[in-house]
């Protein structure tokens, strides 16, 4: 998965592109220490956020997520097999 910096409205979230492999459920555990939200709140923020209908997510996809992006970092990059751990 790669991550950017995405600034929709005013607040500064982050941007990550789907891999193979990826799951709404596996994205919001990954990131699960940077968000205050439920698993199905994080979900359904993204869905609604992404036009995203029933968790549909494919390869090479780009979402917003509600985890701030830190300014200093403007990207970086993690494997797909990384979620799995």
Do not use: C
């Amino acid at each position: 998965m790669l991550i950017q910096i995405e600034a929709p409205d005013t607040e500064k979230f982050v941007k990550v592109t789907v891999a193979e492999g990826d799951s709404l459920w596996k994205i919001a555990e990954n990131f699960s220490a940077e968000h205050s939200m439920s698993t199905d709140q994080f979900i359904n923020w993204v869905e609604q956020n992404n036009g995203i209908a029933a968790g549909r997510i494919f390869p090479g996809d780009e979402i917003v997520i509600p985890v701030k992006a830190l300014d200093d970092q403007p990207y970086k990059e993690l494997a797909s097999s990384d979620l799995n751990e």
